[in-house]
């Protein structure tokens, strides 16, 4: 039988989207969070709605990266060298998924998604979202050589060829200080790429929030879920404080933090928290389109008034306060790119955890039992894909049936 109600445990854009797509086929949600409304990684990130770029995380490049990058603070992916077995098992993980073979199958997997993800955002600004999400500007990927450009072009092609429509220039660093007079002189090669689109993550996912509100949904913040029970014919969620809520289904879409509310479901999957850290600065100075020095991981998005320049990649605990060597770190790699931009004028510095999965493929679908139910593991791409996530899970929900997107992503393989 479809079920008449759900909580959704998470107010990010995986629980939102989640619980505003079971709105639309009738189901009552409350959702509940520990914090309040994009209290985890939802608020701070960069915001692209990018298919072309969403793409596996474990690729065979990252292991090139090597072991002496990833222990220095200030490189763009980084591990703390501290004895943590969860994180050296993730690792291990995430290792082997680094191979030709393996980002082909994963990728095959996005780009099943990546065709419907935008829709999912036309599909919520016709259902009343009022936070837009703007197609603007091509974006700019900038890098300081023709070499270096290289492998992300031969990305893009793999992309095309796992079905993707990818539409890009090249251009020269002449032709990229044309469109963006921001960039130095460093920056000697770029790809302009159409069809992407970018949104004020914060904002939107506070949109969305309103727009479960006034369809009737409730949503309650300070209540830390510490249990999720089966009773057989319904759940019981229970909060920390002795909070207790009942509905027919239970969606968990707790980010960076799902495991331990998941395991009891038999979900084994390792998400592991890949922070990443952002700050807002002036306009003056920084691109007026989205761009992404990609060498040195660094993203610029125009937001309102000012740009949030965001990076990093730390494998810690998704509850550490921000590390500012680590906002120091994403500063000094863009610096140099932007000669025009005052990086003592930062505001809003912010840290967020990715949830990140070995096979960098999300978690969405039924667990053991056929009242509980995940969003999330999204990793670098939770905005993109969430919209569309949420509407799958839905519709996996409420016919019982799962959507042939969702396969691969089936949180108990
Ligand atoms: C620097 C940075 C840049 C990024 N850029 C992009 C980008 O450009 N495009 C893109 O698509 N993605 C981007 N991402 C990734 C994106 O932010 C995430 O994938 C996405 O926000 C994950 O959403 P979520 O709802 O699954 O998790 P979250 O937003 O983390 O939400 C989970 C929620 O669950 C709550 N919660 C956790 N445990 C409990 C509990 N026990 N009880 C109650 N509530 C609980 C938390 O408080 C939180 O609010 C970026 C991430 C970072 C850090």
Redo the contacts with the bound molecule.
Sequence with gaps: MSPRSAVV????????AGAWFLQEAGVEVTV???????????????????PAL?VPLPEPGALRLGLRTLLSPSSPVYIPPRADLRLARFLVSFGRNCTSRRWRVSMSALAALNRGSLAAYDELAEGGVEEPARAGEPCLVAFTSQASREPFVEELEAVRAAGQQVDYDLLTGAEARADEPALSERIDAAVRLRGQR?LN?GAY?GALADAVRHRGGKLLGG????RVRDLGSEVAVL?AEGTELRADVAVL??????NP?AAPFGVRVPVQS?????FTMPAEGLPSRPTYFAGQRV?C?PLGDGVRV???MEFTGPDRPVDPRRVQAVADAARPLLPGADFSRRTEEW?????CTADGLPLVGPTRSPRVHV????????????PLSGRLLAESIVTGRLPAELGPLHPLR
């Design positions: 445990v998470g107010a990010g854009m995986a629980g939102l509940v969070d520990r914090r309040c409304v994009a209290g985890g990684a939802s608020w701070g990130n960069a915001g692209w709605l990018a969403t970018h993550p996912v209540v830390a879920v510490n909060g879409a707790a980010g960076a933090w799902l509310l890949g922070r990443g850290y952002s993203v998005t965001a990076g990093m840290a967020g955890p990715r949830p969003c999330g593991g999204h990793g670098m791409w939770g905005i993109a894909l969430g």
